[in-house]
């Protein structure tokens, strides 16, 4: 007897049965009736978004983080700057009163 080989769906396929599922509330079952595959092949397509999903959250939050990190340090810099125009002010006044 010969095991028959899985079939093969696209990237889109897939997706567009994810959408159905998760954007347009269809059941798993509708979605299932509707594009005759089985239910297994759209519980591994949902978990599989799922993951990608989960994944760009972590990246998110990475980046989210890394950009509040970098606001900080701008904003210390920023004011780092400004003490030294104003030391620099205060110097060259110094200065100028001495050679005087």
Do not use: P
């Amino acid at each position: 007897m010969e095991k028959s080989k899985g079939r093969r769906y696209s990237e889109e396929f897939k997706q567009g049965a994810v959408k159905l599922v998760l954007e347009n509330k269809q059941s798993i079952a509708e979605v299932c009736r509707s594009l005759g595959v089985s239910r297994n092949a759209v519980d591994r397509w949902l978990a599989a978004d799922t993951d990608s999903h989960n994944a760009e959250r972590v990246q998110m939050r990475q980046l989210e983080e890394e950009n509040r990190r970098l606001r900080k340090e701008k904003a210390d810099l920023e004011d780092t700057v400004e003490i030294l125009k104003k030391a620099a002010a205060i110097f060259s006044q110094s200065q100028r009163k001495s050679t005087k």
